[in-house]
Structures are given as C-alpha cells and as structure tokens.
C-alpha cells in the first residue's frame, strides 16, 4: 500500500448479533439497514428496528466503529415518506454516512441534513468520472461505492480524475447486472430488488428431482440443473444457466463468489479508500470469518507480510471465486 492512510474494511451486519460478531472481528465500519423495503437486503429475518439501529450505533461508536445505513432503494410514487423518515433517523441516531442512490433522496438528505456524510450507494451504477463528478458536485457525495464491473485500471483512472472517495468490492456474492436497473428478479417473481429491496427471494426457491437431477427453480423458471452428485447451486437468474446461440451454460456469470483479497495492492496503489464485504443476508458466524480473514490479510499486506491468498475459499458460493471484472475478458 502506498501513503499512510489504511484502508478502511466496510463490513455487512443483518442484525445486532452479526453486527457485535464484525465488531469484535476487526471492521473498521459496519453497514446496515432498517427492517423495510429502504434497503436492498430486505428479506425475513434480516435488519434493524429504529430502537435497535440506535443502541447499535451507540454500541459501535463505544467501540470506535463506524456505523453506515443503507438506504439504497428507489421510493416507490406516494410513498417517499418512508424513505425521508429513513434518513431523519439515521440523522437523529447519530450513523456516520447514509448510502443512497435516489437522486430525490440525496437532494432531500443535503438540504435536510447537510452534516450527514452522504456516500453513493453501488445502486446507483456510477461507473465514470463523469457520473461520480456529477452526484458530488449536485449532492455532496463524499464516498462513492464503485459497480463489480470496473477492472483496476479503469478504477485508477476514474480517481485519477474526482474529487470523492471510491470503495470497492472485495468479498462476497457477485452481481454482474446494471445494478440499480435490473429486472430479471422482477420478471420471474414480481418482486423488485430496485423498489422492494429482495432480489430473488427465498419465499420463491424451490428444490426438486427431475429425470435423475436435480433442479433448482425461481418461481416457475428453472434456473438450474444438476447431478445429484454436484452441489445446488441458490437460484439466482444472473447465474442460471441459459441457451445463447450455440452456447450452453452460465451466460452472464457462474455460481460462485467475488474473491479479490490477492488484488488488495493494487487496488490500494489505484486510490481505493475502502474495501466492501458482501453479505448481510448471511449468518453471524460467516460475517465473523470473513472479516477476521481479511482484516489479517490488510494488515499482513500493510506490513509487507505474505498473505494467505486462498484464506477465503471455504466461504465462498459454490466453494469457487471469481476476480469478477476486476481481471476479466467478458464473455
């Protein structure tokens, strides 16, 4: 890593459990959401009620962590209110940034609340020095968290040329759509990941044998099949498997996770300020591993130790990884 600054290691919490697990694992920050559809991991289960955001913010700063608050889906007509009351909230409870990516929310969160830090939500797609220079000049952006379809060297470039912080993936379950306007989730279970905030959810997975395999389906599409013998992969439709022209297989992207931690240098060396986790749809005891894991690794590389760079292969989505975009041709 080059300078003095480190690296931030922005962590995912789906509740106050994994948050205090992340804590106590090494994160830096701490991203969440509250329990509706202003976040785009609102499935059962996951999330934060307004009394528990505020002691989980108020336990994060004892402990000299950041706390962010996504609010990263777009108000549905008439119903904006929802998502205001989202950023007063945070503002009242004290979070350190909100994450948006509705232009209207980031208009509504700088004249209401200037002092509240506001970062770009990956939502948003800003994938140019043109788009990130536009959301911080109109809005005040301060950090913005770059789409998983950038390599290093169009990361570099693009800080070459702004005046505002860029985070970047490094971990976890890989979208490669226009994130922010996809509508594959959409069509094959009307739930929107862009509005509602669940991007193929659970409530419509289904499992089955079919002629000796095994099928994986999303509503009523199947979106894989296998040998018994392999693993299942969760029915998500970027990673299905389709019929394009004369190829068959996974069009857009395999089943499997974004492993970037062997590219931590040079994302430092191309002005990254942060690097993401993936994965607040995830249980306590696998936000605990990751961030252990790889806060080690960014310390190991910050003190030019060698570094385990297979150390996360046994969280990974299928039991594989991908750098994603980062080095890849695609297809």
């Not at 329990?35 to 289960?45: C, I, L, Q, S, V």
């Not at 490094?170 to 989730?185: D, K, N, Q, T």
């Not at 970037?260 to 690097?275: F, K």
């Amino acid at each position: 890593m080059t300078g003095s600054s480190r690296l931030e290691l922005v962590c995912p919490a789906g509740t106050p459990a994994a948050l205090r697990t992340a804590i106590i694992a090494g994160a830096d920050v701490i991203y969440c959401g509250y329990r509706d559809e202003t976040n785009a991991r609102n499935f059962p289960g996951l999330n934060f009620s307004r009394p528990e955001m505020e002691e989980a913010i108020a336990h994060a700063h004892d402990r000299e962590t950041k706390v962010y608050i996504a609010i990263n889906t777009f108000p549905r007509a008439g119903r904006e209110q929802i998502w205001r009351r989202a950023i007063d909230d945070s503002a009242a409870f004290g979070a350190d940034a909100i994450i948006l990516a509705d232009l209207g929310l980031l208009a509504y969160a700088a004249d209401r609340h200037p002092d509240l830090r506001r970062h770009l939500s990956v939502q948003a797609a800003a994938a140019n020095a043109d788009a990130i220079g536009f959301y911080a000049r109109t809005f005040g952006v301060r950090r913005v968290v770059l789409p998983r379809i950038l390599t290093v060297q169009e990361i570099a470039a693009i800080n070459q040329e702004i005046d505002c912080e860029t985070e970047a993936f490094i971990f976890g379950s890989l979208c490669v759509m226009a994130e922010g306007r996809c509508s594959l989730s959409s069509y094959v279970t009307g739930a929107s990941p862009n509005l509602g905030g669940v991007c193929s959810p659970g409530s419509h997975a289904t499992y089955r044998e079919v002629d000796g395999e095994l099928a994986s389906n999303l509503g009523a599409f199947t979106i894989h099949r296998v040998a018994r013998t392999e693993p299942v992969p969760y029915p998500t439709v970027c990673k299905g498997g389709f019929a394009a022209g004369d190829f068959q297989g996974h069009v857009f992207e395999e089943p499997t996770s974004l492993d970037a931690s062997t590219l931590i240098p040079q994302l430092a060396n191309a002005g990254v300020t942060a690097l993401k986790i993936e994965g607040r749809q995830r249980s306590r005891a696998y936000v605990g591993a990751a961030v252990r894991t790889l806060r080690r690794i960014i310390d190991d590389i910050a003190a030019g130790l060698p570094f385990n760079g297979s150390a996360l292969n046994h969280l990974s989505e299928g039991q594989s990884t991908t750098q994603g975009a980062y080095r890849k041709t695609w297809r």
